[in-house]
């Protein structure tokens, strides 16, 4: 499940890149996302996040914080959950693009230096969307040994 093609088996369809999403694409539904990026080259991060500053607050965190949360040989850098799809995949494209939106999970990957070059998919459930990213962050973790580079709990 934690590679592209075991994405799109488990049902994760989209795969387009998150900076430029056309949420018009997106459905409305509630379900899981997922960020991914090319292991090889997106270990390098910015000093600066390219993130905006919502209610003021910078979401800049210190370059040691992001190596001691970077997972190696993985693609996947985030997992989140919304109600709306759509809506939620807005306000995080839209965080990525410097405005200060609501969406604090996941920041990290506006540090990325290729945060431009990395893809979001995602999958409807009828479930409780956060049960489901409950589970994936689990399996993860069972996995990886820990979260997703840009999660910071569960």
């Known amino acids: 499940m934690f590679s592209l093609d075991g994405l799109r088996v488990s049902g994760f369809t989209g795969f387009r890149r998150l900076l430029t999403l056309d949420t018009a694409s997106v459905p409305t539904d509630g379900g899981v996302y997922v960020v991914l990026a090319d292991p090889a080259v997106v270990s ?19 370059n040691s914080v992001l190596h001691s949360n970077w997972v ?11 109600n709306r799809l759509q809506s939620r995949l807005r ?22 230096e290729n945060h431009a070059d990395l893809i979001v998919c995602w999958r409807t459930t009828t479930e409780e ?14 996995h990886y040994g820990r979260l997703p580079f840009a999660n910071l709990s569960h």
Not at 44 to 62: A, C, I, M, N, Y
Not at 91 to 112: D, M
Request: aromatic share 10%.
């Open 91 to 112: 306000q995080y494209r839209n965080f990525g693009q410097g405005k200060p939106v609501p969406h604090w999970g996941g920041r990290l990957i506006w540090q990325l």
């Open 129 to 142: 969307p956060r049960q489901v990213e409950e589970s994936m962050l689990a399996a993860f973790e069972i």
């Open 72 to 82: 190696d040989n993985c693609t996947i850098v985030y997992i989140g959950k919304a």
């Open 44 to 62: 390098r991060f910015l000093p600066v996040s390219v993130g905006g500053h919502h209610k003021g607050k910078d979401p800049t965190v210190e």
